[in-house]
Every structure is written in C-alpha cells, then in structure tokens.
C-alpha cells in the first residue's frame, strides 16, 4: 500500500466552513478533503458532496464540514493489500480511501481509484513496448 498512496493528504476539522474545504480542495487541486480530529479521520467531504449537498441545496457557504461530511469515514491500513482497496472502493461505491496506522488509527495517506489504475496503466505501456520490440 505504501508504494502508491498519497501521503500529502488535505485535512480539515470538523468545525470549518464549507467554504474553506472547497478553497482548501481548489488550493490543492483535489477532489477530497479528510475530516480529522487528533490525526484521525472522522469523515471526508468530496467535490462532488459539495455540489450535491451544499450547492444544489443552496446551503450556506458557512455551513460546518461536520454537517456534510460522509461518515463514518471507511478506512484501510498502510498494511492492506492494494486488492483489499480496491474491494473496499467497489463494495462501498466510493473512489478515495484514506489509509490510516494499523496501530495508533492515525492518517498516513490516501488512496483512490486513480492510483489503483496507476500502477497497472504503466504495466500495460511497459508490456505493449516490450512487445512492439520484439516484432
């Protein structure tokens, strides 16, 4: 799992607005924001939750995140295989998991579905070249 989550993960408390998850998001250039207290994930809050839950309900930008975050917030370790991840992400139709220390819950990383495609896109390019070569 360490070798291709994000470590760098943007982090709100509960207690902010809206308004700066969605600044903090577009800062960043992610599509997430994890919800935390004492370094450890408690929700997340998507771009898409806050067109769906903030925008379309013309919600005050001064809403709190704790009010439209999705929680609880599901998890992964750092020690879960990437299958594992990918099957979390399936069951639950989500495409972001943070990943947290299996022994003290703290946030370490995240992972989404773009990384899970990673890794195996670039396999497929090596594999494609490698046979081209032979021809």
Known sequence: MLDIMKTNVITCLGSETVYSAA??????????????ENKKPIGIVTDKD?????????????????EVMNKPVIT?????????????????????????DPLNGELVGI??????????????????????AQK
């Open 23 to 36: 600044c903090l998001m577009t800062k960043h250039n992610v599509g997430c924001v994890v919800i935390c």
């Open 111 to 132: 992972v989404t579905a773009k990384d899970l495609v990673g890794p195996e896109a670039d396999m497929i390019t090596v594999l494609r070249e490698y046979i081209e």
């Open 50 to 66: 806050l067109l769906k839950k903030v925008i379309c309900k013309n919600m005050p930008l001064g809403t709190k995140v704790q």
């Open 76 to 100: 992964a370790t750092s020690l879960d295989a990437i299958v594992k991840v990918a099957k979390i992400m399936e069951k639950n139709n989500i495409k972001r998991v943070p990943i947290v």
